[in-house]
């Protein structure tokens, strides 16, 4: 057996579920009922322009009244109004909206009609225990009615008297809802969704402070602005119309950077003016500065599906019929025109800065700081707006200086390639904790990027990627002869023995900070160079910073920053050390570093013996006598280790010339400072 049927939506099912769940908050009520009476208003304008009505259109102002004492709030306006026939079509028949009909008859003189879907009406019950609608048709002959619902399927029309055309709805406001009967609370949420539209607001009278306390005037307190400023064309603009509407939409803001005028017509209607704030380093911005409208309307401050992300850092508006709502007009649905919409904002930001970059790049470079944050967060996160924006990116140098990125190629290619062929660029993150290694860099005619933002470090992962043969390292991160590497390293002219205790001098003296690991290297760097300099690994600093930027590489967070302490050789000072080391502990290392020496060479022999064989058939006394040979060694070295760390406690050059390393990378604090002051006046003495 077969059927076939319609799928019945009755009132009573539906009520709850538009009390409930058809809107995301109680107070979009209020757009809802002002914005029929403007759909209402702007009928009648149309039929007035096509000559269907002969009526004086008169004043226009929608009115919102709110009666505390009674608990109720009217809407009224001057629109069309309705006959019965038409309250029992459009109010008694939900999602069937008057608009469709209105738009089809006038769809080429309609174009500022906002709703849609016909269910904006129902959002009154989710504030009231009763509705009201008294309407009287703008048609000669009609008559005034009224429509009354408590929130039930049933509803009641009789006959009412009403003179001027236009409907008044009257929301009964519930016990759970007293808050909507505040003045100030109507006026905020007036402001809020209706600011724009395109036929005036009121609501009550505006006031002024007269005798002492603040007293109504007899001028209506119109909410609205009539003809929002990217409704105009760009060229009766002027900078401070822009101003002007930039601090009204954003009090206490400081003047924007520049901003982005947005009119386009096909294939999709989108108008807006978007402003660049003034930031600097601070990615924690809020995200919804830039207003949604629709046809004037406010929908939601919440624009991440319609602008790239990076754009969202951006103030503003946007107002576009074309974006798919929702059908609570609250927030949007995805489709094709989304990303169409997407990829014009994105084309429309990179052009403006091109252009202000070709036309004046001593204004751009000044306004750079404050860009690059932008930029370098669409180019971060935007494949697109990086092909858009390498050309007009900059780099900036120590000194201030900017360069495009073909530009700073040019400059450096010649004296920062390495033996290998790569390009070296050096960068620093502060001009002063770096001083030392940027002045290093300096002598050898190095040029040294500023990369003091908060997106540098991913930027520069990123064009390492990008740019071929080219490689990004941190001033810092090792001795300059080794971070642009032209020809084979001087080897240290030190005995394996000698090289050791040396290592193990300062080593032993390394203080114990927390998520800090040091290690030892000694380099011949010349004499003309520092006797100790700090560095850090670039990989693992810049993993650490990626970290906090990348969730997937948490863990790197969690791993110690690894400094190496590099001792140059060939300074008096680190000479003079391991001589008094070799003079002060011959004696005491002699016989130790004999039995560590040939307990060593018969643990290699051991090694290689037991190499050779299957792991069974080395036999447990081979086994036990590896093992004891191995514990012999690490006891012995232990003893070696002992006896130097002994020594270099009491050795204050040693002492002194790491916290000098230590104190040039901002490591030196409280007591170990305090120590160190104390120790440098006493060797002056």
Not at 365 to 370: H, I
Not at 440 to 462: C, E, H, I, N, T
Request: glycine share 4%; with cysteine.
């Amino acid at each position: 057996m077969s059927q076939k049927g319609s799928i019945g939506v009755t009132t009573e099912n539906i009520f709850p579920v538009i009390k409930k769940f058809l809107y995301s908050d109680h107070e979009i009520f209020l757009r809802e009922m002002v914005s029929n009476a403007v759909d209402a208003t702007q009928k009648v304008k149309t039929l007035a322009q096509e000559g269907d009505f002969k009526g004086e259109l008169g004043d226009l102002t929608v009115h919102v009244n709110v009666d505390e004492k009674a608990g109720t709030i009217t809407i009224s306006d001057r629109g069309i109004g309705m006959t019965e026939e038409e309250i029992d079509k459009y109010i008694n028949q939900i999602a069937f909206s008057g608009v469709t009909d209105f738009l089809e008859k006038y769809k080429d003189n309609a174009a500022a009609i906002i709703g849609h879907f016909g269910l904006g009406f129902y959002s009154a019950f989710m504030v009231s225990s009763r509705v009201d609608i008294i309407t009287k048709s703008y048609k000669e002959g009609s008559k005034a009615v009224k429509w009354t619902c408590d929130g039930n399927p049933e509803f009641e029309i009789s006959d009412a008297e009403k003179e001027d055309r236009g409907s008044d709805i009257v929301l009964h406001i519930s016990d759970d809802c007293k808050e909507f009967l505040q003045k100030n609370k109507i006026i905020e949420l007036l402001t809020k969704y209706c600011k724009f539209m395109p036929v005036p607001v009121a609501c009550g009278k505006k006031t002024e402070w007269k005798d002492g306390k603040e007293v109504e005037t007899e001028e209506e307190n119109v909410i609205n602005s009539m003809e929002p400023l990217w409704t105009k064309t760009p060229s009766s603009l002027k900078d401070e119309d822009y101003l002007k509407f930039y601090h009204n939409l954003f009090p206490m803001q400081d003047d924007p950077l520049f901003w982005i005028h947005l009119n386009v017509d096909y294939p999709f209607t989108l108008t807006g003016i978007l402003y660049f704030p003034r930031v600097k380093s601070n990615i924690e911005l809020q995200h919804n500065k830039i207003q949604l409208y629709c046809n004037q309307v406010f929908v939601t401050d919440q624009v991440e599906g319609i602008v790239p992300d990076f754009l969202t850092l951006l103030h503003g508006v946007i107002d576009s019929p074309d974006i798919p709502l929702n059908v609570s007009r609250s927030y949007l649905q995805s489709d094709s025109n989304v990303k169409k919409i997407s990829t014009y904002i994105t084309k429309k930001v990179a052009d403006r800065l091109q252009n202000i970059f070709k036309d004046n790049r001593k204004e751009y470079e000044e306004k750079w700081d404050n860009l690059k944050l932008f930029i370098h967060y669409g180019m971060l996160s935007q494949e697109d707006f990086y092909d858009r924006a390498k050309d007009f990116a900059l780099f900036k140098d120590i000194d201030g200086k900017y360069f495009t990125y073909e530009e700073y190629k040019t400059l450096v290619k010649d004296n920062q390639t390495d033996k290998n062929g790569d390009l070296i660029y050096l960068y620093a993150t502060n001009k002063d904790d770096q001083y030392t290694y940027i002045e290093a860099a300096r002598k050898k005619g190095y040029s040294v990027l500023l990369f003091d933002g908060q997106l540098d470090v991913p930027m520069v992962s990123m064009l390492e990627q990008k740019l071929e043969k080219t490689r990004f390292t941190r001033v810092d991160a090792d001795i300059i002869d080794r971070l642009i590497v032209k020809e084979d390293v001087k080897k240290v002219d030190l005995e394996k023995e000698e090289s050791d205790k040396l290592s193990e001098v300062f080593r032993s003296q390394m203080p114990a900070l927390d998520k800090v690991q040091f290690n030892v290297e000694i380099q011949a760097l010349g004499e003309d160079t520092q006797p100790v300099l700090m560095t850090e690994s670039e990989y693992m600093r810049r993993m650490k910073t990626m970290s906090q930027f990348q969730p997937g590489m948490s863990f790197y967070g969690q791993m110690p920053d690894t400094f190496s302490l590099v001792l140059n050789a060939d300074h008096p000072l680190i000479k003079n050390v391991l001589k008094d080391a070799d003079e002060k502990l011959a004696e005491q290392l002699k016989p130790i570093s004999s039995e560590l020496k040939g307990q060593q060479a018969r643990l290699a022999a051991l090694h290689q013996a037991q190499s050779k064989k299957k792991d069974e058939e080395i036999t447990q006394e081979e086994k036990d006598d590896l093992k004891n040979t191995e514990k012999t060694v690490t006891d012995e070295q232990a003893k070696l280790n002992t006896i130097i760390a002994e020594y270099a406690k009491g050795n204050e050059t040693v002492h002194q010339l790491i916290d000098l390393a230590l104190l040039q990378n901002g490591m030196l604090k409280g007591a170990s400072l305090d120590a160190f002051l104390k120790r440098s006046v006493n060797m002056i003495k």
